[in-house]
DNA sequence: ATGCCGATGTCCT
DNA sequence: GGACATCGGCATC
């Protein structure tokens, strides 16, 4: 039994506990009556205009970016070198551009049409790690930028699953070298060896 | 197991 | 023109 997620949960003001609550959470899409589901199971926290490593760093405002600074729980997808489409979970009140990458998913619902839209033909580990194939597999796109979370296209439910607190784990986040010192941040959080998170082992912590 | 490379839209200098 | 919240393939250790 599914429960999507309301209003209030997108609103907190503390974007590093929504990126720790959103573990363990289930992501769902539905086009044309059918349904994608994946447990999340790796986030990203973006801290506002505070944050380097954030497309909001300094309150920047694009087009592109203009979706992070809407009232949480609306969705902030954006294309990644060119090609890979990266989902974002917007949060916190209106004018504060605080996000949370969704970076990994256990595929749970939906799994042939995963494979139909990432072009593979068996199941692997493959298939929802890493923010540009579990946005693919779910069939997210740039288009989606600013929908709601709280309709039927896009959202994310609690399935009354909750990963062990020993399980989880915070680390730096990935490709944000550039961010400097806030690129040293534990603002990632994974569940502790997931076969579906990306990064190396040694970015998981695993010897 | 680790490392380099190319693909390529959006934003910045 | 260059950098970038990435990925898969191929080369090399």
């Known amino acids: 039994m599914r429960k999507k997620?309301?209003?209030?949960?997108?609103?907190?003001?503390?974007?590093?506990?929504?990126?720790?609550?959103?573990?363990?959470?289930?992501?769902?899409?539905?086009?044309?009556?059918?349904?994608?589901?994946?447990?999340?199971?790796?986030?990203?926290?973006?801290?506002g205009e505070a944050d380097k490593a954030s497309h909001a760093w300094g309150g920047r405002r694009t087009s592109r970016t203009e979706v992070m600074y809407a009232t949480g729980g609306v969705a902030y997808v954006y294309l990644c070198y060119g090609i890979h489409h990266l989902f974002n979970v917007v949060t916190n009140s209106r004018d504060i551009p605080h996000a949370v990458l969704i970076r990994a998913l256990e595929p749970l619902e939906g799994l042939d049409l995963m494979l139909k839209r990432t072009g593979k033909n068996k199941v692997d580990e493959s298939l929802t790690r890493g923010p540009g194939n579990a946005a693919k597999a779910m069939g997210i796109t740039t288009a989606m930028t600013g929908t709601?979370?709280?309709?039927?296209?896009?959202?994310?439910?609690?399935?009354?699953?909750?990963?062990?607190?020993?399980?989880?784990?915070?680390?730096?986040?990935?490709?944000?070298?550039?961010?400097?010192?806030?690129?040293?941040?534990?603002?990632?959080?994974?569940?502790?060896?997931?076969?579906?998170?990306?990064?190396?082992?040694?970015?998981?912590?695993?010897?």
């Open 5 to 47: 997620l309301s209003k209030d949960f997108y609103l907190r003001p503390d974007v590093l506990v929504i990126a720790r609550d959103l573990l363990g959470k289930v992501l769902v899409t539905e086009s044309a009556g059918i349904r994608c589901a994946g447990r999340i199971v790796e986030t990203e926290a973006y801290n």
């Open 148 to 207: 709601s979370l709280l309709g039927r296209t896009v959202y994310i439910a609690d399935d009354g699953y909750r990963p062990a607190a020993t399980d989880i784990t915070a680390g730096p986040r990935i490709g944000v070298d550039y961010a400097g010192a806030d690129a040293l941040l534990p603002y990632r959080f994974y569940i502790k060896g997931h076969p579906n998170l990306s990064g190396s082992k040694s970015t998981n912590n695993l010897s």
